[in-house]
């Protein structure tokens, strides 16, 4: 039996700096995704999308991302769950600035068709040194779509560290959504990953990356197979699909193409991996790591 979801990735240029006049922006496209493509249950937009950012790179003078942030729930959310309610979609608006006390985290909510926040995620893994402004979060999160199945996020650089889809499925993950903001060379290693991804987990991956100054496009959705179901050009657009979960199942039971059973194999499989464990995280090749820091200089050993 199909578990059977439509689901919209929004690649779109925001309002600099400006999160009201963007959070409009996005009221209209979602508004209209829903009155062209009822058949649309969730849309999702890219990374730090609500506060319209524009400058992606945190200086020690820039309290620029400060005063574009506001607590959960806040004005924004609020009117970001009066956008769910009126489209009666799922809406994962991409990420925004999140202040909690002295701290400020990278947040991305899920806001159910009642208009009400379900889930919220911390980015567990800012693009240090560069986003240093920000505190990184400390919990995974996946959340159900009922009658339907179980979804995992995930921002931008966590991608990058393959643990992080990994303890998604685990969970129960069954499509990993990645809201993302990538305007550098990288985006064409990234979108290797999420095939990786998509493979290594046997699981639905889905990239929606921004545009614009700060973003380079090429949103990507990904099949448990790995196999690449779209992927955008660099300008405007959306990705509309229409994904079944239970094709996550299936890869998962019979194999990825019907051949690896992996995840099966790795529960079985009786090893332990202990890379990760105490005193064993600074042994090996990372012991021989140097210093997580910003470099001024291609000479590592230059004073800051």
């Given at each position: 039996?199909?578990?059977?979801?439509?689901?919209?990735?929004?690649?779109?240029?925001?309002?600099?700096?400006?999160?009201?006049?963007?959070?409009?922006?996005?009221?209209?496209?979602?508004?209209?995704?829903?009155?062209?493509?009822?058949?649309?249950?969730?849309?999702?937009?890219?990374?730090?999308?609500?506060?319209?950012?524009?400058?992606?790179?945190?200086?020690?003078?820039?309290?620029?991302?400060?005063?574009?942030?506001?607590?959960?729930?806040?004005?924004?959310?609020?009117?970001?769950?009066?956008?769910?309610?009126?489209?009666?979609?799922?809406?994962?608006?991409?990420?925004?600035?999140?202040?909690?006390?002295?701290?400020?985290?990278?947040?991305?909510?899920?806001?159910?068709?009642?208009?009400?926040?379900?889930?919220?995620?911390?980015?567990?893994?800012?693009?240090?040194?560069?986003?240093?402004?920000?505190?990184?979060?400390?919990?995974?999160?996946?959340?159900?779509?009922?009658?339907?199945?179980?979804?995992?996020?995930?921002?931008?650089?966590?991608?990058?560290f393959p643990e992080v889809s990994r303890q998604l499925a685990w969970m129960g993950a069954e499509v990993i959504?990645?809201?993302?903001?990538?305007?550098?060379?990288?985006?064409?290693?990234?979108?290797?990953?999420?095939?990786?991804?998509?493979?290594?987990?046997?699981?639905?991956?889905?990239?929606?990356?921004?545009?614009?100054?700060?973003?380079?496009?090429?949103?990507?959705?990904?099949?448990?197979?790995?196999?690449?179901?779209?992927?955008?050009?660099?300008?405007?657009?959306?990705?509309?699909?229409?994904?079944?979960?239970?094709?996550?199942?299936?890869?998962?039971?019979?194999?990825?193409?019907?051949?690896?059973?992996?995840?099966?194999?790795?529960?079985?499989?009786?090893?332990?991996?202990?890379?990760?464990?105490?005193?064993?995280?600074?042994?090996?090749?990372?012991?021989?790591?140097?210093?997580?820091?910003?470099?001024?200089?291609?000479?590592?050993?230059?004073?800051?």
């Amino acid at each position: 039996m199909s578990r059977l979801l439509g689901i919209a990735g929004v690649q779109m240029s925001v309002v600099p700096w400006d999160a009201r006049a963007t959070v409009e922006k996005m009221e209209q496209i979602a508004t209209n995704i829903s009155k062209g493509f009822p058949w649309v249950n969730l849309v999702m937009f890219h990374e730090l999308a609500v506060p319209g950012l524009v400058q992606f790179i945190q200086t020690e003078s820039n309290d620029t991302w400060k005063k574009n942030a506001e607590a959960i729930p806040g004005p924004l959310s609020e009117q970001l769950c009066a956008v769910a309610r009126k489209t009666r979609q799922w809406l994962v608006p991409g990420s925004m600035y999140e202040i909690d006390g002295d701290k400020l985290y990278n947040t991305a909510i899920v806001i159910s068709p009642q208009g009400e926040i379900v889930a919220r995620y911390r980015k567990m893994f800012p693009w240090l040194p560069y986003e240093s402004g920000t505190t990184a979060g400390d919990q995974f999160c996946v959340f159900d779509i009922p009658g339907i199945g179980r979804f995992g996020l995930c921002i931008c650089y966590d991608m990058w560290f393959p643990e992080v889809s990994r303890q998604l499925a685990w969970m129960g993950a069954e499509v990993i959504l990645q809201p993302t903001l990538t305007p550098t060379s990288d985006r064409e290693l990234e979108l290797t990953m999420c095939q990786a991804n998509a493979l290594f987990n046997q699981c639905y991956f889905v990239s929606v990356n921004g545009i614009g100054e700060w973003g380079g496009g090429r949103s990507m959705i990904v099949n448990p197979d790995g196999r690449v179901l779209q992927v955008a050009g660099v300008n405007q657009t959306f990705l509309t699909e229409i994904i079944d979960l239970e094709h996550t199942t299936r890869t998962r039971e019979f194999g990825t193409l019907g051949l690896g059973q992996s995840l099966k194999q790795l529960r079985d499989s009786g090893h332990k991996f202990p890379l990760y464990d105490g005193e064993n995280l600074a042994k090996g090749a990372f012991g021989q790591l140097g210093a997580l820091k910003y470099f001024r200089s291609l000479n590592k050993n230059t004073l800051e």
